[in-house]
């Protein structure tokens, strides 16, 4: 549904390309991971798939639709994203305000927007919260509340830009587990970008970046096959991986499995 | 001291007060501005002090809290009561200190200008405490609209004020965070003479200018991809409903304001 054509973007002054001339295509209902350290490209990515960066060379088409000026406002309208940073894509004053603000912007009526707030809070399990201020909440409650005002959109694709990294470790817990929730019930297609590669273990496609271009790519088997690549890319690989390194085949495994296999 | 300091606070409650549209209540604040200057003799300002009461009562809170929350806009209140015991002329001489002289008119005009500015201050502290800033930004976002035909940006200034007041505990925890850190570093903010104290502050402020700008710009993009474009084809989710109560509040308003006039002299 997205698809990249040899994008390339270069920022002014700098010699190397932050992107390289990749190619991708993300297929809907999937949930991929786009996992590299800092400087990789991956955030640059989802900076020209949003359209907030508009001097790249290079092709995207979303629904077979090319992503250009004209066509960004709409386009635009199929992603919804979460940043990084939980206070500062808090926009409205309580919950419920915040996750109402962008279909204010969509011009619905109140009664849709009561629905569909309601709605996405509930998926969220944030309902209990709608009338409390965005200081009052944790970290990882901040982060729900703004899966909740993505979805509420009703978006064909969930970008979530590092969304989990500012978050202490039970706020990360609740944010993946709420995210798999979404994914395995309603389909929802994830982008997921993290450094962490022991957050990716949901995912149906991997993509590794490092220094703008992409490394690897395929199924979490298939990325953990080459363990110097990731190393390489400056990723540190779970420590599940190396125990099964040292005493088993090497080969991908979640915690559990490992446990049982041990 | 700054802990029970009332101004500008909000303390949620259930009082027929709270339940006002906002709109009613800033619109009755300026009204109540006009009003005060109908009294003037003692039976105006007795029936004033008596509406302020009531409307303090009605709200859910006591005098005393009031009088405890605003003590230090009250001691700046007594300076001009002096300025005006000594410095109004007129009337019989009461006391005669030689270079001073305090005359009977100074005197009253002293407690009436005092009355009127402590009635005021604690009017609009209960419209403060009542109202959400949230509410308030909203009623004043509604009683502008007019302005908009002479290209007033009224939406734009009432989603600044709004994303501003969400802003604030944000930035305090900062402000903390920052104090902590560059005291770890060995500055000290509570000694030394006024200038020092004073240049102490610049490596607090540098910091949280830096993240606040930081934080404007991520706020901006995540503003835009969530759609923002202003104020055209936008709905809004929060909505006033002015019901019968705040008729019926302006109205009790207006016939007061009547009645001061009508008691005048």
């Given at each position: 549904?997205?698809?990249?054509?040899?994008?390339?973007?270069?920022?002014?002054?700098?010699?190397?390309?932050?992107?390289?001339?990749?190619?991708?295509?993300?297929?809907?209902?999937?949930?991929?991971?786009?996992?590299?350290?800092?400087?990789?490209?991956?955030?640059?990515?989802?900076?020209?798939?949003?359209?907030?960066?508009?001097?790249?060379?290079?092709?995207?088409?979303?629904?077979?639709?090319?992503?250009?000026?004209?066509?960004?406002?709409?386009?635009?309208?199929?992603?919804?994203?979460?940043?990084?940073?939980?206070?500062?894509?808090?926009?409205?004053?309580?919950?419920?305000?915040?996750?109402?603000?962008?279909?204010?912007?969509?011009?619905?009526?109140?009664?849709?927007?009561?629905?569909?707030?309601?709605?996405?809070?509930?998926?969220?399990?944030?309902?209990?919260?709608?009338?409390?201020?965005?200081?009052?909440?944790?970290?990882?409650?901040?982060?729900?509340?703004?899966?909740?005002?993505?979805?509420?959109?009703?978006?064909?694709?969930?970008?979530?830009?590092?969304?989990?990294?500012?978050?202490?470790?039970?706020?990360?817990?609740?944010?993946?587990?709420?995210?798999?929730?979404?994914?395995?019930?309603?389909?929802?297609?994830?982008?997921?970008?993290?450094?962490?590669?022991?957050?990716?273990?949901?995912?149906?496609?991997?993509?590794?970046?490092?220094?703008?271009?992409?490394?690897?790519?395929?199924?979490?088997?298939?990325?953990?096959?080459?363990?110097?690549?990731?190393?390489?890319?400056?990723?540190?690989?779970?420590?599940?991986?190396?125990?099964?390194?040292?005493?088993?085949?090497?080969?991908?495994?979640?915690?559990?499995?490992?446990?049982?296999?041990? | 001291m700054?802990s029970s300091m009332l101004l500008?606070?909000?303390?949620?409650?259930?009082?027929?007060?709270?339940?006002?549209?906002?709109?009613?209540?800033?619109?009755?604040?300026?009204?109540?501005?006009?009003?005060?200057?109908?009294?003037?003799?003692?039976?105006?300002?007795?029936?004033?002090?008596?509406?302020?009461?009531?409307?303090?009562?009605?709200?859910?809170l006591s005098i005393r809290f009031l009088f405890n929350g605003l003590k230090l806009i009250f001691?700046?209140?007594?300076?001009?009561?002096?300025?005006?015991?000594?410095?109004?002329?007129?009337?019989?001489?009461?006391?005669?200190?030689?270079?001073?002289?305090?005359?009977?008119?100074?005197?009253?005009?002293?407690?009436?200008?005092?009355?009127?500015?402590?009635?005021?201050?604690i009017?609009?502290t209960?419209?403060?405490?009542?109202?959400?800033?949230?509410?308030?930004?909203?009623?004043?976002?509604?009683?502008?609209?007019?302005?908009?035909?002479?290209?007033?940006?009224?939406?734009?200034?009432?989603?600044?004020?709004?994303?501003?007041?969400?802003?604030?505990?944000?930035?305090?925890?900062?402000?903390?965070?920052?104090?902590?850190?560059?005291?770890?570093?060995?500055?000290?903010?509570?000694?030394?003479?006024?200038?020092?104290?004073?240049?102490?502050?610049?490596?607090?402020?540098?910091?949280?200018?830096?993240?606040?700008?930081?934080?404007?710009?991520?706020?901006?993009?995540?503003?835009?991809?969530?759609?923002?474009?202003?104020?055209?084809?936008?709905?809004?989710?929060?909505?006033?409903?002015?019901?019968?109560?705040?008729?019926?509040?302006?109205?009790?308003?207006?016939?007061?304001?009547?009645?001061?006039?009508?008691?005048?002299?």
């Amino acid at each position: 549904m997205i698809t990249l054509n040899n994008i390339a973007f270069k920022y002014r002054d700098d010699e190397v390309y932050a992107l390289d001339h990749i190619s991708i295509r993300f297929n809907s209902g999937e949930w991929t991971s786009i996992i590299g350290h800092n400087g990789s490209g991956k955030s640059t990515l989802v900076k020209i798939i949003m359209g907030i960066i508009e001097e790249y060379e290079g092709d995207i088409y979303v629904d077979g639709e090319l992503l250009n000026i004209e066509s960004k406002q709409t386009l635009r309208r199929k992603f919804a994203i979460v940043f990084q940073n939980p206070d500062n894509q808090f926009v409205g004053a309580t919950v419920e305000d915040d996750v109402a603000f962008g279909l204010e912007n969509l011009g619905l009526d109140r009664a849709e927007m009561v629905k569909r707030t309601e709605h996405a809070l509930g998926l969220v399990n944030m309902l209990d919260f709608r009338k409390h201020e965005p200081h009052r909440l944790s970290g990882g409650q901040k982060q729900r509340v703004a899966i909740a005002g993505a979805l509420a959109m009703k978006p064909e694709v969930l970008i979530l830009d590092e969304a989990t990294s500012m978050l202490d470790p039970s706020g990360r817990k609740e944010v993946l587990s709420i995210l798999s929730e979404l994914h395995e019930r309603l389909d929802t297609t994830i982008l997921f970008i993290t450094h962490d590669l022991t957050e990716i273990a949901e995912s149906d496609k991997v993509i590794v970046m490092n220094n703008g271009q992409i490394v690897a790519e395929g199924s979490l088997e298939e990325v953990y096959k080459d363990k110097n690549l990731l190393l390489e890319s400056n990723l540190k690989v779970p420590y599940t991986m190396e125990i099964s390194d040292a005493l088993l085949d090497g080969s991908y495994m979640t915690h559990e499995e490992l446990v049982r296999r041990l | 001291m700054l802990s029970s300091m009332l101004l500008g606070r909000y303390i949620p409650g259930n009082s027929i007060v709270h339940k006002l549209d906002p709109r009613a209540k800033l619109i009755s604040v300026l009204l109540f501005m006009i009003i005060v200057f109908f009294a003037n003799h003692w039976v105006g300002y007795g029936l004033l002090i008596l509406f302020v009461l009531s409307v303090t009562k009605l709200a859910g809170l006591s005098i005393r809290f009031l009088f405890n929350g605003l003590k230090l806009i009250f001691i700046l209140l007594i300076f001009t009561f002096l300025m005006h015991l000594f410095l109004t002329k007129g009337g019989t001489v009461l006391i005669d200190g030689g270079f001073f002289t305090i005359e009977s008119e100074g005197l009253i005009t002293g407690i009436y200008i005092t009355i009127r500015l402590v009635l005021l201050v604690i009017i609009t502290t209960l419209m403060t405490l009542t109202t959400s800033p949230i509410e308030l930004t909203d009623a004043i976002e509604k009683l502008c609209k007019p302005l908009k035909s002479i290209k007033v940006p009224v939406h734009e200034i009432a989603m600044m004020m709004s994303i501003s007041l969400r802003f604030i505990p944000t930035l305090m925890d900062e402000t903390e965070k920052i104090i902590k850190a560059q005291s770890a570093r060995g500055s000290t903010f509570m000694t030394g003479s006024l200038i020092k104290r004073i240049n102490a502050l610049v490596p607090i402020f540098i910091p949280l200018f830096m993240s606040a700008f930081k934080r404007a710009e991520e706020m901006a993009v995540a503003m835009e991809v969530r759609g923002y474009q202003g104020d055209a084809g936008r709905t809004h989710y929060r909505v006033l409903s002015w019901k019968n109560r705040d008729t019926i509040a302006l109205i009790v308003l207006l016939l007061f304001g009547a009645l001061l006039l009508f008691v005048r002299q």
